[in-house]
């Protein structure tokens, strides 16, 4: 049983910055895809980032420039480095591993998911 867990989210100021980490554990880590998505009430979940087995990355364009995602060696950690923050990235930011398709940020490529945390730009 895979477990995702996620910290590091809270509020920030536009033109701040937030790291977000999500700490795998249980299965051991994975060859596949982890990602970033985001979820607005009532809004259709977002894909924000998403790095490779490989280290090679996407990133939606919204995002693209501002932010960047990045994992530890060992693949259990993954962090998203959240700079030059706006209102419009306020949403509810979810962990997701195990993804096959790691180029389209589609969510429902990705088998395992997070709690989520908070962020609130103002």
């Known amino acids: 049983h895979v477990q995702l867990v996620e910290s590091g989210g809270g509020s920030a100021q536009a033109g701040g910055s937030l790291r977000l980490s999500c700490a795998r554990s249980?299965?051991?880590?994975?060859?596949?895809?982890m990602g970033w998505f985001r979820q607005v009430p009532g809004k259709e979940s977002e894909g924000v980032a998403a790095?490779?087995?490989?280290?090679?990355?996407t990133y939606a364009d919204s995002v693209r420039g501002r932010f960047i995602v990045s994992r530890d060696n060992s693949k259990t950690r993954l962090d998203l480095q959240m700079n030059n923050l706006n209102p419009e990235d306020t949403a509810m930011y979810y962990c997701?591993?195990?993804?096959?398709?790691?180029?389209?940020?589609?969510?429902?490529?990705?088998?395992?998911w997070g709690q989520g945390t908070q962020v609130t730009v103002s």
């Open positions: 997701a591993a195990d993804g096959r398709v790691c180029s389209r940020l589609d969510p429902e490529d990705y088998y395992y």
């Open positions: 249980g299965y051991g880590a994975s060859d596949y895809c």
């Open positions: 790095i490779d087995y490989d280290g090679s990355t």
